[in-house]
């Protein structure tokens, strides 16, 4: 057995935690005395990540059969994700890192503010997006475009992070509900004026925010806030989605198979007329995003919540996000929808 394939054995089994201390892997032997330690480690470690793996499977949170994941595999992709660097000294707003608004590790926010405005600002919170397992508040393709925009037309602009799986989604919109409650408290310190204030959200930071619009994450009322714009959620109503996707490890993931848990996580089963007002984007490409757009457009007209729907052809899940704040004429559109909410 070569050096060079030994070599990249001890590699892929060190990410079962196999190493030289656990004396199966040395430089002596023969070569099927070699194998011989390698399958015997390797089985032993594969049963150990199986029984590890049931185990988080059976613990209960907010009385709800959790679903199974593995922090180390979040951490790690979020470790290969780009921060962006290019606002911490941008004359053009005064940038304020790594506010601390709960406990949590991950719950920080960032605070942009813009410069030359004396009276009170409207604020536009935003929640990244990520499957519930990824992203953070200061990547550049959640905020680029829009921290440059939103600030030079005069608002402070938030940025979140937010616990990921394996905490479980409800303890997620508990954070997001926590920080935007957080903002509101301190709303004299940052010159923001709280009788306009607006979340956005994308893709999973959507749901959440849609959560918090319709049940709220702390206690079942929603936050005290103008509008909630939900940018391409495939979440609104989790009943419907995990019907149709539900094997898919991305949602298995994040709403295990606990339906009591779906309805809790779900913003259609929470809306009323108590609702915050709604500015829906879908792709049309993703059906179930327009559909349940629409199903939540429907409840919007059932209780006298405005909600208005905007079905994309020209844009994908990912450029829904990314050209808020670059295209404008499809940031208009949104812009608009923030003015009628003031109104």
Same mark, same amino acid.
């Given at each position: ?6 070599? %990249?054995?001890?590699?892929? %089994? ?33 049963? #150990?990540?199986? #029984? ?28 290969? #994700? ?125 749901? %959440? ?21 939900? %940018? ?75 909600? #208005? ?35």
């Amino acid at each position: 057995m070569s050096k060079k394939y030994i070599g %990249l054995i001890l590699l892929f %089994l060190t990410s079962f935690g196999v190493s030289a201390q656990d004396g199966y892997i040395n430089n002596s032997g023969t070569d099927s005395g070699i194998k011989e330690r390698i399958k015997e480690r390797l089985i032993e470690k594969i049963k #150990e990540k199986k #029984e590890s793996s049931e185990a988080r499977g059976e613990e209960k949170k907010d009385g709800f059969r959790m679903p199974d994941v593995n922090a180390d595999t979040a951490m790690a992709k979020l470790a290969k #994700e780009k921060r962006s660097k290019i606002f911490i000294n941008d004359p053009r707003f005064t940038t304020i890192k790594d506010l601390e608004y709960g406990q949590h590790p991950r719950e920080k926010l960032d605070i942009y503010l813009p410069k030359n405005f004396s009276d009170k600002r409207p604020l536009l919170f935003y929640v990244h997006g990520g499957g519930w397992s990824n992203g953070d508040k200061d990547l550049e393709n959640m905020i680029k475009e829009k921290v440059p925009y939103y600030t030079q037309k005069g608002f402070v602009f938030v940025s979140i992070a937010y616990p990921l799986l394996p905490d479980p989604v409800s303890i997620q919109a508990e954070s997001v509900h926590k920080a935007f409650n957080y903002v509101r408290d301190n709303a004299q310190k940052f010159n923001i004026d709280t009788n306009k204030m607006v979340l956005m959200g994308h893709s999973a930071g959507a749901h %959440l925010v849609s959560l918090v619009g319709t049940k709220g994450g702390l206690g079942n009322s929603p936050v005290k806030a103008n509008l909630i714009i939900s %940018l391409d959620s495939g979440a609104l109503d989790v009943h419907a989605q995990m019907k149709a996707v539900g094997n898919i490890s991305l949602w298995k993931n994040a709403f295990g198979v606990d339906k009591e848990y779906w309805t809790a996580v779900s913003p259609y089963h929470h809306f009323s007329s108590s609702s915050v007002p709604f500015f829906i984007v879908c792709d049309q490409k993703r059906k179930e995003s327009c559909q349940q757009a629409e199903s939540i457009k429907n409840l919007g007209q059932k209780y006298s919540v405005n909600v #208005e729907v905007l079905q994309i052809s020209n844009k994908n899940h990912g450029t829904i996000n990314g050209d808020v704040g670059k295209d404008l004429e499809y940031t208009k559109k949104i812009d608009d929808a923030i003015e009628k909410s003031f109104n």
